[in-house]
């Protein structure tokens, strides 16, 4: 079950990364952007879930329940700051849908995230709940 959240988790994160990617090249992080998404929110989220795979990579191979432990920790604080992110990036999506052809949302002035497909995101929301799912399950019968 380890290998299996250390894959899930993988998978999550490229997926994250990609999303990181397309809301970077659109100006996420600029100052006076039109973001709907706290900057130290995404960097917070992204660093927590690198450390949280770090030291589940070295649970994976040390078998050192101590970073088991500390990996679930960081990953529910991950999953507090990605609801948190979901919570902000739906209404700009509902939003995105509404725009009436009369009415068309520049490049300049749509928000960043709302280039992200919904695709990704919740390819990489059902990817996150099973990787958290995994984690809790090994660390707890571990």
Do not use: C, N
């Not at 290998?3 to 994160?13: G, H, M, P, Q, S």
């Not at 100052?31 to 770090?54: E, R, S, W």
């Not at 995230?113 to 990817?127: D, K, R, W, Y």
């Amino acid at each position: 079950m380890e290998i299996a959240a250390l894959i899930t988790w993988i998978l999550t994160a490229l997926g994250g990364l990609t999303m990181l990617g397309m809301w970077l090249s659109h100006g996420g992080a600029r100052q006076g952007g039109t973001t709907h998404l706290p900057v130290p929110v995404i960097f917070g989220h992204f660093a927590l879930a690198a450390l949280g795979l770090l030291a589940w990579i070295f649970y994976v191979v040390t078998d050192a329940k101590a970073l088991a432990w500390t990996a679930l920790i960081l990953l529910l604080l991950v999953a507090v700051l990605g609801f948190t992110m979901l919570a902000r990036w739906l209404p700009v999506r509902r939003a995105k849908a509404t725009v009436t052809a009369g009415q068309p949302e520049t490049a300049a002035s749509a928000p960043p995230e709302s280039h992200f497909p919904v695709a990704i995101v919740g390819g990489h929301g059902v990817l996150a709940v099973a990787t958290l799912v995994l984690v809790l399950l090994s660390t707890l019968t571990g």
